[in-house]
């Protein structure tokens, strides 16, 4: 059963740069059948998707989002990354990492981090 | 953009009855369509996919259905641990995968 964990600061500053990584146990990023995302979830939004990357580096992100988010993935440690730059009050929110798992004719998100508690705060 | 309206936002129901929660898609998403239950402090569970397959270990209780921009998730017999928030998510159009504001079912 794979597992996924986000770490990374629970306080960010505005204007600067909000980074987690979500290491996964059990099995390699390096499966062509999986995306490995990032979702966000706020009261007033509700859930956000952010965006995924692929084993093979090619990434996808909300366009309301892309000019300010990379996503990158290091397969030696079996984690994947988030850095959203620029940040405002609006992206406080609980951040997950989840797998959304790729069958061709259909999708979903298979596996899902805890979830991390992200302010926004000077 | 997808946007996904869920209806009611609250549904009130005693345990036992039946739960009928609503997803409309503003274009169609096919069976493009999946939903989630999200219990407090937790992350998300996949219930459904491809609008009516239900997801592994997910109880027969729970059904989906529908196609284009009407869904439906019927709970047949609401068990206490279906007290919850629901979510649809549709993934026919994207960038970007976009989910409905959900339904909190909410015991009577």
């Known amino acids: 059963q794979v597992q996924l964990q986000e770490s990374g600061p629970g306080l960010v500053k505005p204007s600067e740069t909000l980074s987690l990584t979500c290491t996964v146990s059990v099995g390699s990023l390096s499966t062509g059948s999986y995306y490995w995302s990032w979702v966000r979830q706020t009261p007033g939004k509700g859930l956000e998707w952010i965006g995924f990357i692929l084993y093979n580096g090619r990434t996808f992100y909300n366009p309301s989002l892309e000019s300010r988010v990379t996503i990158s993935l290091d397969a030696s440690k079996n984690q994947f990354s988030l850095r959203l730059n620029s940040v405002s009050s609006a992206d406080t929110a609980t951040y997950y990492c989840a797998r959304e798992r790729d069958l061709g004719a259909t999708r979903y998100f298979d596996s899902w981090g805890q979830g991390t508690l992200v302010t926004v705060s000077a | 953009e997808v946007v996904m309206t869920q209806s009611p936002a609250t549904l009130s129901v005693s345990p036992g009855e039946r739960a009928t929660l609503s997803c409309r898609a503003s274009?169609?998403?096919?069976?493009?369509l999946a939903w989630y239950q999200q219990k407090p402090g937790q992350a998300p569970r996949l219930l459904i996919y491809r609008a009516s397959t239900r997801a592994t270990d997910i109880p027969a209780r729970f059904s989906g259905s529908g196609s284009g921009t009407e869904f439906t998730l019927t709970i047949s017999s609401l068990q206490s641990e279906d007290f919850a928030v629901y979510y649809c998510q549709q993934y026919n159009n994207w960038p970007p995968l976009t989910f409905g504001g959900g339904t909190k079912v909410e015991m009577k």
């Open positions: 274009y169609s998403v096919s069976d493009n």
